[in-house]
Nanobody
């Protein structure tokens, strides 16, 4: 049973930073595609960043240069370092995982969704 538990959300002012964490268990973590998605009220879910088993990363254009996705294989933990935060970054942030494969590379899983989801952590950025 795959389990993903997010933490690290909160409220900060614009220009500030937050680091989200996602503790993963129940599967072969190192080989999976892992990602962060977000959904603001009234908006569609958006893939923010993903990292594959080889450490290759993908980002949505709106966060490039500000957000960094990383993982600690020894701790089975995924991170999202968010800097220079903007009010439009406010959303529920979800950790996700996907077994991926040759026909489902990580950047496509970020675009179309992943198999396993956490319950989310709320990020609020004030102007």
């Amino acid at each position: 049973q795959v389990q993903l538990v997010e933490s690290g959300g909160g409220s900060v002012q614009a220009g500030g930073s937050l680091r989200l964490s996602c503790a993963a268990s129940g599967y072969t973590y190192n080989s999976y595609c892992m990602g962060w998605f977000r959904q603001a009220p009234g908006k569609e879910r958006e893939g923010v960043a993903a990292i594959d088993g080889d450490g290759n990363t993908t980002y949505v254009d709106s966060v490039k240069g500000r957000f960094t996705i990383s993982k600690d294989n020894a701790k089975n933990t995924l991170y999202l370092q968010m800097n220079s935060l903007k009010p439009e970054d406010s959303a529920n942030y979800y950790c996700a995982a996907d077994p991926g494969g040759p026909l489902r590379p990580c950047f496509l899983a970020l675009k179309y969704g992943m198999n396993y989801w956490g319950k989310g952590t709320l990020v609020t950025i004030s102007s």
